[in-house]
């Protein structure tokens, strides 16, 4: 395995590949190897693919007090860039990370040429999140939750949450497996991503008026059924304040439009990188 200092957080990486640079942002309940079915085969052949573990997701534990906030999930993924030595990457991230590639976009325009941000979280939304979520995130009551209440049933739980982001398309065989979703089942992952997803709303609140001063070209692609973000409220709208962007909406398609339309991806990203 291989670590960066990020931020002064110790921060798991991965590369693949050799080019022009790409830099990938996992989103709430995954890990570095969410991307590794698809979009590294994909782009690996022509470029330089970096993605990380955000703090306290997958292999990166570092997890100090604010990792919950844009301003320092965007501070490490700064840091995983600058460590890297890429140069205006095209920025790939889906769902929550689309959050922090926004933010990473609004305070540091100098570290990316370009976004494809896949079914992203943007905008407040109306209610909260899952009830398990603000007890993973409980100071008084998580260790508890995490590490013994929650831990017969996070693995099976983990997996349901992944197979209903597919929904209504189902998971292609194997792909779970070769994601290693289980990473995300551990007590230290449901702690951060709880602290992360409790936050989120406030956190997308407080920078979204801020989004037409990204002026880098930025592809959207979302799916019509998608049940975990709202396409509408996110996707479409973002579209709409953007001044340089194109988005497609694909019909039937849930939560992983790039796992059900990779074709479409590639159209979009060849598309960022021919306008960065």
Same mark, same amino acid.
């Given at each position: 395995?291989?670590?960066?200092?990020?931020?002064?957080?110790?921060?798991?990486?991965?590369?693949?590949?050799?080019?022009?640079?790409?830099?990938?942002?996992?989103?709430?309940?995954?890990?570095?190897?969410?991307?590794?079915?698809?979009?590294?085969?994909?782009?690996?052949?022509?470029?330089?693919?970096?993605?990380?573990?955000?703090?306290?997701?997958?292999?990166?534990?570092?997890?100090?007090?604010?990792?919950?906030?844009?301003?320092?999930?965007?501070?490490?993924?700064?840091?995983?860039?600058?460590?890297?030595?890429?140069?205006?990457?095209?920025?790939?991230?889906?769902?929550?990370?689309?959050?922090?590639?926004?933010?990473?976009?609004?305070?540091?325009?100098?570290?990316?040429?370009?976004?494809?941000?896949?079914?992203?979280?943007?905008?407040?939304?109306?209610?909260?999140?899952?009830?398990?979520?603000?007890?993973?995130?409980?100071?008084?009551?998580?260790?508890?939750?995490?590490?013994?209440?929650?831990?017969?049933?996070?693995?099976?739980?983990?997996?349901?949450?992944?197979?209903?982001?597919?929904? %209504?398309?189902?998971?292609? =065989?194997?792909?779970?497996?070769?994601?290693?979703?289980?990473?995300? &089942?551990? @007590? #230290? *992952?449901? $702690?951060?991503?709880?602290?992360?997803?409790?936050?989120?709303?406030?956190?997308?609140?407080?920078?979204?008026?801020?989004?037409?001063?990204?002026?880098?070209?930025?592809?959207?692609?979302?799916?019509?059924?998608?049940?975990?973000?709202?396409?509408?409220?996110?996707?479409?709208?973002?579209?709409?304040?953007? %001044?340089?962007?194109?988005? =497609?909406?694909?019909?039937?398609?849930?939560?992983?439009?790039?796992? &059900?339309? @990779? #074709? *479409?991806? $590639?159209?979009?990203?060849?598309?960022?990188?021919?306008?960065?």
């Amino acid at each position: 395995m291989k670590f960066v200092q990020a931020a002064g957080l110790n921060t798991h990486i991965q590369t693949w590949g050799a080019g022009d640079p790409v830099f990938l942002i996992h989103g709430a309940s995954s890990h570095i190897g969410t991307w590794e079915p698809t979009i590294v085969p994909m782009l690996k052949d022509r470029y330089f693919v970096a993605a990380y573990d955000r703090p306290g997701m997958g292999y990166s534990t570092d997890r100090p007090q604010g990792s919950d906030t844009l301003a320092l999930q965007s501070k490490v993924a700064a840091g995983v860039i600058e460590q890297l030595g890429l140069v205006k990457p095209v920025v790939v991230a889906h769902s929550w990370g689309g959050g922090v590639a926004l933010r990473l976009a609004l305070d540091r325009p100098d570290l990316v040429g370009g976004l494809v941000l896949i079914a992203p979280v943007a905008y407040e939304w109306p209610g909260g999140v899952d009830w398990y979520n603000y007890w993973s995130a409980n100071p008084l009551s998580g260790w508890l939750f995490n590490n013994v209440i929650a831990q017969p049933f996070a693995g099976a739980s983990v997996r349901s949450g992944m197979e209903g982001a597919f929904a %209504p398309s189902i998971p292609p =065989e194997g792909w779970l497996e070769a994601a290693r979703v289980s990473l995300a &089942a551990r @007590p #230290e *992952s449901l $702690r951060a991503n709880g602290e992360d997803l409790v936050a989120a709303k406030r956190e997308v609140t407080a920078q979204q008026a801020r989004y037409p001063e990204i002026k880098v070209p930025v592809a959207i692609l979302t799916g019509d059924s998608d049940r975990v973000v709202s396409p509408t409220i996110h996707s479409m709208h973002l579209a709409q304040v953007l %001044p340089n962007a194109r988005i =497609e909406v694909l019909r039937g398609v849930g939560h992983l439009p790039h796992e &059900a339309s @990779p #074709e *479409s991806f $590639r159209k979009l990203f060849d598309w960022v990188e021919s306008a960065k």
